[in-house]
């Protein structure tokens, strides 16, 4: 499994991670209508997932309930200010990831991580799938030493059930969010409009 950040343990101000350098941050959200700068406030917390082709990933968060806005960049790499072609180079490391806004008052932490779990296939290390490249790893990257503790407490517990059903094991990094670097304009909400464009999620079909 690839470890690529700089650190394990530091937790950065959000509005220091969120970097707008390859698209203008007022653009519209297809589906959201609003800036893809969103607001912030008290009840809203941020998550950011790898699972594989981010457009995919995009488009099935941005269909659940006490989520208020995604948005997919680039992050946990070791360069800066990575692009589309640098990315899938291999040579930043950089993740394909899904920038989560969501309400608590509406949807946890834990409720987003069951999806995570039960939407890909965790234990296949750099690459879903035909999808192969460090891109493609399945990662999570939290905000907090309250969610960090929660994902590692649910990947043992999945990695369980993986293990009863003779999977290999999880290869899922959890770390600290480092620099989110939103990706280009037409990786945004790619499934909204191309509703035939491809979409690379595949699970194992365990539940959490």
């Excluded at 296939?121 to 990662?139: A, E, F, V």
Aim: charged content about 20%; aromatic content about 14%; glycine content about 6%.
């Amino acid at each position: 499994m690839l470890n690529i950040n700089k650190s394990d343990s530091t937790f950065c101000q959000t509005k220091d991670l969120l970097i707008f350098d390859l698209i203008d941050k007022n653009l519209e959200h297809s589906i959201f209508k609003k800036p893809l700068e969103f607001n912030q406030s008290d009840h809203i917390k941020l998550a950011i997932f790898g699972m594989g082709c981010f457009w995919g990933v995009e488009k099935l968060f941005w269909r659940i309930n006490g989520v208020l806005m995604t948005a997919v960049g680039y992050s946990a790499g070791s360069t800066t200010f990575p692009n589309y072609k640098t990315v899938c180079s291999g040579f930043t490391n950089h993740n394909e990831v899904v920038l989560i806004h969501f309400s608590i008052k509406e949807i946890s932490f834990y409720e987003l991580l069951k999806v995570f779990w039960e939407s890909h296939d965790p234990t296949q290390g750099m690459r879903q799938g035909n999808d192969i490249g460090t891109q493609y790893r399945s990662g999570i990257y939290v905000f907090s030493k309250e969610d960090l503790s929660l994902a590692e407490e649910t990947k043992e517990e999945y990695s369980h059930k993986l293990s009863c059903e003779k999977f290999s094991p999880i290869t899922t990094e959890i770390l600290p969010a480092d620099k989110f670097y939103y990706a280009e304009e037409y990786h945004q909400q790619y499934l909204a409009k191309n509703p035939n464009g491809y979409c690379g999620l595949s699970s194992t079909g365990i539940k959490y």
